[in-house]
């Protein structure tokens, strides 16, 4: 370890570690742009000069080893001169577009010029302009005029990604970042290129001009996508949805954690907040014999009537459940309560397998698009307790060997394909639980609403056993609950409709 002197701080930090990073560590932020903790120190910018004492000139302080007994000064005269020098530098081209751009209020240009900059213009000559509103990919737009060429972007594409989408071209004042020659950008994580873009630049056109980034509250949550469990934040806009297209959840960044996702994640993930409050489920529905809106307790007092009478008569063997990794692990020991426990369910089916499965690869994302079969496993599923195979469950129905389905977030009808009619009118009692609309929701005798998990808080275990906090973002939709509040319910309905029987008997 070394200490120096920070602003007149003595701060320790490891030898030879960079002087921008032990600065942060000690808690100064020195401005920057082209610096990026996973992506390197080019150097170029020059917005993170300091003055060290005995050194002829400013040093740029992501380049510079920290050193035992060095004195360095962030916001000395010297230091803010030369970083005001380096930003009117910057501005030289800039179109000062700031009230139409999207990247207004999270930019580091504007932030860094209010703090540091020359507020008077030295510049007579007309700004020189260069491509602007370009889309080099499907979520990402160009602007040429508002780049500080830090590189950030091109080393994403060529270091994280390896797909080279992104280069400078040009020579002297006309270099501009551009795609390469017969690219496009549109590989499974090039929205990270928005996030460290530290100007507007590269904005998302998801985003882009719904709604101004001060109208946004953040909550911290897990991305449900797949089972890496990235760390997200939920950028929500409840107050004005009237500017998002009435879209409550606005976007979704990475939330940087070293040992899940650093300081990335993917776009399938990303781009799933367009789709949280479509084709949701908001009320408590009896589909049969006739659709009808049903409270929750006559719901769960009538599918607790209807599994006790056809458990007595058929037997606890003709029930079977369905269920999926979606679920939370307070879930999950809902789950286990009820159908477990209480029911003594003998077919379960919770496998992703084919319709939970997707594309995998070695930097994030995992083949199994959902994020918790391990919470489930935790408690017994996939351990002591089996899964069914879609093929060997369709035989059992096929043979009346069952007769009720208890379906949670899963579409069999994406199996079962034109063979699930057939199946389904076999069946005594169909019920569905979940926050979406499915084909099958259309077959169930109850179709029951659950939240999404931006709707409630939770934790789900990662595919590597790590158990990860989600907060609750929004407000249910609707009557929807959670599911293990349904759960709760419904085995608490269940064993009130048991101890009636059995008075009854006992009289
Ligand atoms: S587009 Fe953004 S990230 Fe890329 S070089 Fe320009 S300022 Fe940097
Ligand atoms: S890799 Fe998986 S968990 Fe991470 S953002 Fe993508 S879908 Fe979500």
Redesign the pocket.
């Known amino acids: 370890m070394a200490q120096f002197t920070l602003d007149g701080k003595k701060v320790e930090a490891k030898e030879g570690s960079l002087v921008i990073d032990a600065a942060r560590e000690a808690g100064t932020e020195i401005p920057h742009y082209c610096y990026h903790p996973t992506l390197g120190n080019p150097g170029n910018c020059r917005l993170c000069v300091v003055e060290v004492e005995g050194a002829p000139k400013p040093m740029v302080s992501c380049r510079l080893p920290v050193k035992e007994g060095m004195v360095v000064h962030s916001n000395s005269p010297q230091a803010l001169r030369a970083r005001s020098s380096a930003l009117e530098l910057h501005l030289v081209n800039h179109p000062l577009d700031c009230p139409v751009c999207d990247q207004a209020g999270e930019c580091g240009l504007q932030d860094y010029y209010m703090k540091h900059g020359q507020y008077e213009s030295q510049v007579r000559e007309n700004k020189l302009h260069k491509k602007k509103r370009v889309p080099i990919g499907p979520h990402v737009m160009l602007d040429q005029e508002r780049c500080v060429l830090c590189t950030r972007c091109t080393r994403f594409t060529s270091e994280v990604t390896k797909t080279h989408e992104l280069g400078i071209f040009g020579r002297g004042h006309k270099e501009a970042i551009d795609l390469a020659p017969g690219k496009t950008l549109d590989n499974?994580y090039s929205g990270n290129v928005v996030d460290i873009c530290p100007v507007g630049a590269l904005t998302d056109r998801d985003f882009r001009y719904k709604v101004r980034v001060w109208y946004l509250d953040k909550t911290n949550s897990?991305?449900?996508?797949?089972?890496?469990?990235?760390n997200?934040s939920l950028h929500t806009n409840t107050k004005r949805p009237w500017h998002n297209e009435g879209r409550r959840a606005a976007r979704?960044k990475?939330r940087h954690n070293a040992e899940?996702?650093g300081y990335?994640?993917?776009?399938?993930?990303?781009y799933?907040c367009s789709k949280l409050d479509e084709d949701r489920l908001g009320k408590v529905m009896q589909l049969k014999p006739a659709p009808a809106e049903i409270s929750w307790d006559a719901a769960l007092s009538e599918i607790s009537q209807s599994l006790a009478k056809n458990i007595e008569e058929k037997g606890k063997e003709g029930l079977a459940v369905i269920a999926s990794g979606l679920l939370s692990n307070e879930d999950w020991a809902g789950f286990k309560k009820i159908f477990v426990e209480a029911l003594k369910v003998s077919h379960f089916l919770f496998t992703p397998e084919p319709d939970q499965m997707g594309e995998e690869d070695e930097?994030?994302?995992?083949k199994e698009?959902v994020?918790n079969l391990k919470g489930g496993e935790a408690l017994g599923f996939g351990t002591q307790i089996k899964s069914e195979s879609w093929e060997s469950l369709a035989q059992k129905i096929e043979s009346g060997k069952i007769w009720g389905l208890y379906i949670l977030e899963r579409d069999p009808s994406k199996v079962w394909k034109e063979k699930t009619k057939n199946l389904l009118d076999k069946l005594e009692l169909i019920v569905f639980q979940s926050p979406y609309k499915t084909a099958i929701g259309n077959w169930a005798h109850y179709r029951l609403p659950a939240t999404s998990y931006a709707e409630e808080e939770g934790h789900f275990t990662?595919f590597e056993g790590k158990i990860q906090k989600y907060e609750q973002a929004l407000l249910p939709l609707g009557e929807a609950l959670p599911d293990w509040d349904i759960l709760q319910k419904l085995e608490r309905h269940y064993k009130e409709v048991q101890s009636h029987a059995l008075t009854g008997a006992s009289k």
């Open positions: 499974p897990i991305c449900p996508g797949c089972s890496r469990g990235c997200i979704i990475p899940i996702n990335w994640i993917c776009d399938e993930g990303r799933s930097l994030l994302r995992k698009k994020p990662n």
